[in-house]
T-cell receptor, first 115, second 115 residues
Framework: DTGVSQDPRHKITKRGQNVTFRCDPI?????LYWYRQTLGQGPEFLTY????????KSRLLSDRFSAERPKGSFSTLEIQRTEQGDSAMYLC?????????????FGPGTRLLVL | AQTVTQSQPEMSVQEAETVTLSCTYD???????LFWYKQPPSRQMILVIR??????QNATENRFSVNFQKAAKSFSLKISDSQLGDAAMYFC????????????FGKGTSLLVTP
C-alpha cells in the first residue's frame, strides 16, 4: 500500500512563471485535497475533489490557481504568473469516502520558492 | 468559520517523561471530528490520533491519548514516556461533520525532546 506521493518535491521559479504540481493519492481513495502551508503556520485548505469533481474551493484559491483531477486519480495544481507570496509548501492529502472519521493522509509536499 | 487555537508555540520534555499539548476550538456544530497530526522536520505529516465528537470516551493510541472536553471545547494531547523520535511540530485540526471536509488547523506546537 503506497502512500500519497507528490512531484516535484522542490521547485524554484522566477516571478511571473507558471508552475504545475502533481499529486498521486492512495489508490482506493476518492477524495483528494490541496493545502498550502507557510512557514510557522498550520496548513490552510485550498480545494478538494471527490472523484473528478471539484466540490469546494477556498477564498485562498485566487484566479491564478487552478486544480484538476481529470480521471479521478491523480491531480494537478497549477499556479499562473507566480508571485513571491506564493512561496510555500503545497500539501496534498487523500481520504476514503465512508471511512469512519474519514482521516486525511498527507503527502510529503512540494516546496515552492518564487524568486 | 471554526477556529483552532494552540496556545503553546513551543514545549520541551525530557525523555521518558510526560507532556501535554493544548488545543481549543470554536464551533457551534455538534457533529465534528478532531485530529492531532505530527510533522517531523522536513518530513510529511502523519496522523497521531482522532476523536469523534459524539464519543465520550477519550481516544488512545499506544503512548498517545487525548483529553476531550466537549463543553469546554478543549482537546489536549498527552504523550507518555516521551521518546527522541517524538520531536516534531504537532498540529491540532478540526473537521466539520455536517458542512465540508476541509481540515482547519491550529498554528502548531513545536515539541523538543531532551535526553
Amino acid at each position: 500500500d503506497t502512500g500519497v506521493s507528490q512531484d516535484p518535491r522542490h521547485k524554484i521559479t522566477k516571478r511571473g512563471q507558471n508552475v504545475t504540481f502533481r499529486c498521486d493519492p492512495i489508490s482506493e481513495h476518492n477524495r483528494l485535497y490541496w493545502y498550502r502551508q507557510t512557514l510557522g503556520q498550520g496548513p490552510e485548505f485550498l480545494t478538494y475533489f471527490q472523484n473528478e469533481a471539484q466540490l469546494e474551493k477556498s477564498r485562498l484559491l485566487s484566479d491564478r490557481f487552478s486544480a484538476e483531477r481529470p480521471k479521478g486519480s491523480f491531480s494537478t495544481l497549477e499556479i499562473q504568473r507566480t508571485e513571491q507570496g506564493d512561496s510555500a509548501m503545497y500539501l496534498c492529502a487523500s481520504s476514503l469516502v465512508g471511512q469512519l472519521g474519514e482521516t486525511q493522509y498527507f503527502g510529503p509536499g512540494t516546496r515552492l520558492l518564487v524568486l | 468559520a471554526q477556529t483552532v487555537t494552540q496556545s503553546q508555540p513551543e514545549m520541551s520534555v525530557q525523555e521518558a517523561e510526560t507532556v501535554t499539548l493544548s488545543c481549543t476550538y470554536d464551533t457551534s456544530e455538534s457533529d465534528y471530528y478532531l485530529f492531532w497530526y505530527k510533522q517531523p522536520p522536513s518530513r510529511q505529516m502523519i496522523l497521531v490520533i482522532r476523536q469523534e465528537a459524539y464519543k465520550q470516551q477519550n481516544a488512545t493510541e499506544n503512548r498517545f491519548s487525548v483529553n476531550f472536553q466537549k463543553a469546554a471545547k478543549s482537546f489536549s494531547l498527552k504523550i507518555s514516556d516521551s521518546q527522541l523520535g517524538d520531536a516534531a511540530m504537532y498540529f491540532c485540526a478540526y473537521r466539520s461533520g455536517d458542512s465540508g471536509y476541509a481540515l482547519n488547523f491550529g498554528k502548531g506546537t513545536s515539541l523538543l525532546v531532551t535526553p
